[in-house]
């Protein structure tokens, strides 16, 4: 959840000082920090944006050590009463205090003329020995890159438009020290191969990152040494992260710090394990790659309706695959060592810094997926590779549909709850997933007394965490919910909206006032059609809210029995698609 934003506080630390003129060329310092804050829904319904620029006012870094430079805008509306809403603007943090530098005008955040513009304006009139930049708001991984702009329809910055802004800013000739994406998923090959031009040092995730984002204090240690490097802030801003949120939160952590003049032997180790593959030698081998991919660590997914990010640990990539292919295996792993520096995470299996797309679970979108894949030019056999996987997954769903299920060798099986629509046409219509075994007197989770399915998503070592289809507002959504040592039968800790394939950073709370419909799979079992059934429309009464020990509410599940259904059982091939069988 969002941090209480504090917009006075805000207000009156800009209302002190007038705006500037464009600014005189400035004597260098140690640093240049420019933060490239695309406010997004984050500011104009959470305020976030507001939370990071308090905590940056609040740091103690003293001016002389470092200019900071902050770019306002991409948000409906700003929870202050400084930053307008109306065009984007060039600050400069100064002391405790923000200094209006220059309006850019009325332009889009997601193009990279932009970022590109903000750069130059930052290498030009505030010369340093050292350059940082940060990309604030959410981020979706190689595929969708980083970034939406609500004033410009959700406009977003690909992986190349960053590279286009980067050249164009002249960061080839001065490159930066350090690349920090405070957004989900970007701490990806892809994106470190193409940042490697440009700067020294990548700071990012691979995973999801909370709404509360990074803990902008960092900038005080500057004090201590303004001289540091990329590397020594990088695990700075790592731990002021993990420190945040402490050993036992329920949010989902990872920030990894990357050398950049080390990372294209990662993507040359991955070309040559991939190339040992043959995914098309015979469908037994396909079979083999599809499992161990399915069991790969992924970050980014959501229910069946939101599940396209695709992005993997790429260690845990080379470990599903070292027992078929040791020696290349093992330099993947050596490569991934020598180029992440530092690396923190409360993932439940061991993260290794960076991740790569690999296609599996949004193959629906494979073929334009693959197409921005292949333009960003990456290692040629690891490429071919995917495409070659693709091509599998699209023929063994083909051959399958052919065989009987009880053929088919299935990777995970969940116990599903089934109600009836219409007897006579044999269409059901599932209201509960379980991951266990058959039991008596089995109790089913519910919300608002309605009936949840839940898809398990990701786990840490202190939550598993499961996504639950809905619209809500008119929006397609997932409901997030966690089962923790505290919560062990559940509570719902908020919403993700389904924006495109840009992942949404932290959850979106769950209002007394929100229109709720939950989605169920719905089935015909004779004729084996499948579609997606909205339940009706509720909203949260204040009853069903519930105080913990810190006199905070949650939203709490609920567990009944039911009466009148089927059970059967949902079974997920080495391919991620879906057979059902039934018990009763």
């Known amino acids: 959840m969002y941090r209480k934003y504090l917009p006075l506080l805000l207000a009156a630390v800009i209302a002190l000082v007038s705006m500037a003129a464009m600014p005189a060329r400035?004597?260098?310092?140690?640093?240049?920090?420019?933060?490239?804050?695309?406010?997004?829904?984050?500011?104009?319904?959470?305020?976030?944006?507001?939370?990071?620029?308090?905590?940056?006012?609040?740091?103690?870094?003293?001016?002389?050590?470092?200019?900071?430079?902050?770019?306002?805008?991409?948000?409906?509306?700003?929870?202050?009463?400084?930053?307008p809403e109306?065009?984007?603007?060039?600050?400069?943090?100064?002391?405790?205090?923000?200094?209006?530098?220059?309006?850019?005008?009325?332009?889009?955040m997601g193009h990279p003329d932009t970022l590109r513009d903000f750069i130059e304006f930052g290498l030009d009139y505030y010369p340093a020995r050292r350059y940082g930049l940060i990309m604030w708001d959410h981020g979706g991984g190689s595929i969708a890159g980083f970034g939406h702009d609500e004033k410009?329809?959700?406009?977003?910055?690909?992986?190349?438009?960053?590279?286009?802004?980067?050249?164009?800013?002249?960061?080839?000739?001065?490159?930066?020290?350090?690349?920090?994406?405070?957004?989900?998923l970007m701490a990806t090959v892809e994106m470190a191969v193409l940042a490697a031009d440009y700067a020294h040092v990548m700071i990012a995730s691979e995973d999801l990152e909370p709404g509360d984002g990074w803990d902008y204090v960092f900038l005080g240690a500057l004090n201590k040494n303004p001289h540091m490097d990329g590397?020594?802030?990088?695990?700075?801003?790592?731990?002021?992260?993990?420190?945040?949120?402490?050993?036992?939160?329920?949010?989902?952590?990872?920030?990894?710090?990357?050398?950049?003049?080390?990372?294209?032997?990662?993507?040359?180790?991955?070309?040559?394990?991939?190339?040992?593959?043959?995914?098309?030698?015979?469908?037994?081998?396909?079979?083999?790659l599809a499992t161990r991919r399915a069991n790969t660590k992924t970050f980014g997914e959501g229910s069946p309706r939101d599940n396209y990010a695709?992005?993997?640990d790429i260690g845990d990539m080379a470990i599903q695959l070292m027992?078929?292919?040791?020696?290349?295996?093992?330099?993947?792993?050596?490569?991934?060592?020598?180029?992440?520096?530092?690396?923190?995470?409360?993932?439940?299996?061991?993260?290794?810094?960076?991740?790569?797309?690999?296609?599996?679970?949004?193959k629906s979108q494979g073929e334009p997926s693959l197409e921005i894949y292949s333009d960003l030019d990456m290692d040629s056999r690891y490429t071919e590779y995917l495409h070659h996987f693709f091509d599998g997954l699209r023929h063994s769903r083909r051959h399958r549909s052919s065989t009987s299920s009880a053929d088919i060798d299935?990777?995970?099986?969940?116990?599903?709850?089934?109600?009836?629509?219409?007897?006579?046409?044999?269409?059901?219509?599932?209201?509960?997933?379980?991951?266990?075994?058959?039991?008596?007197d089995l109790l089913w989770p519910q919300l608002c007394g309605h009936p949840v399915v839940l898809y398990p998503v990701a786990a840490t070592a202190n939550i598993r965490q499961y996504a639950v289809p809905a619209m809500v507002n008119g929006r397609d959504a997932d409901l997030i919910v966690t089962f923790s040592k505290p919560y062990p039968e559940g509570k719902v800790v908020g919403i993700r909206h389904n924006s495109g394939n840009v992942i949404q950073k932290g959850y979106d709370p769950i209002n007394p006032s929100d229109k709720i419909a939950l989605y169920y799979p719905e089935r015909n079992f004779t004729t084996g059609t499948e579609s997606w059934h909205k339940g009706e429309t509720f909203s949260v009464p204040t009853s069903a809210w519930e105080a913990n020990s810190e006199s905070s509410e949650v939203l709490l599940l609920h567990w009944d029995s039911a009466s009148q259904h089927k059970l059967g059982f949902r079974h997920t091939d080495y391919c991620g698609d879906v057979f059902y069988t039934m018990l009763n």
């Open 310 to 312: 695709d992005m993997v």
């Open 26 to 83: 400035h004597a260098g310092k140690p640093y240049t920090i420019m933060i490239y804050m695309n406010g997004s829904d984050l500011e104009s319904e959470f305020g976030a944006a507001t939370d990071d620029l308090v905590e940056m006012l609040e740091s103690g870094l003293d001016s002389r050590n470092a200019n900071v430079l902050i770019l306002t805008g991409g948000a409906k509306r700003w929870m202050n009463d400084a930053i």
């Open 323 to 362: 027992e078929l292919y040791p020696k290349e295996a093992v330099s993947v792993l050596k490569a991934l060592s020598n180029c992440v520096t530092y690396n923190r995470h409360n993932s439940d299996v061991e993260l290794y810094g960076l991740s790569t797309f690999y296609i599996y679970g949004g």
């Open 410 to 440: 299935y990777l995970r099986t969940e116990l599903a709850l089934w109600r009836p629509v219409d007897e006579g046409k044999n269409i059901y219509r599932m209201t509960g997933l379980l991951q266990t075994a058959v039991k008596e």
């Open 152 to 184: 410009f329809n959700d406009a977003s910055l690909s992986l190349l438009d960053m590279q286009k802004a980067f050249e164009e800013s002249g960061l080839r000739k001065t490159k930066l020290e350090f690349l920090g994406f405070d957004a989900c």
């Open 231 to 288: 590397f020594a802030l990088g695990k700075i801003i790592t731990d002021t992260f993990m420190d945040f949120y402490g050993p036992n939160s329920d949010e989902i952590l990872s920030l990894s710090v990357v050398d950049l003049s080390r990372v294209k032997p990662v993507m040359n180790t991955m070309g040559r394990l991939m190339a040992r593959t043959e995914p098309n030698a015979s469908r037994a081998t396909f079979r083999d």
């Open 86 to 108: 109306t065009e984007v603007i060039i600050w400069e943090l100064a002391d405790g205090f923000l200094n209006e530098l220059e309006s850019m005008g009325k332009v889009n």
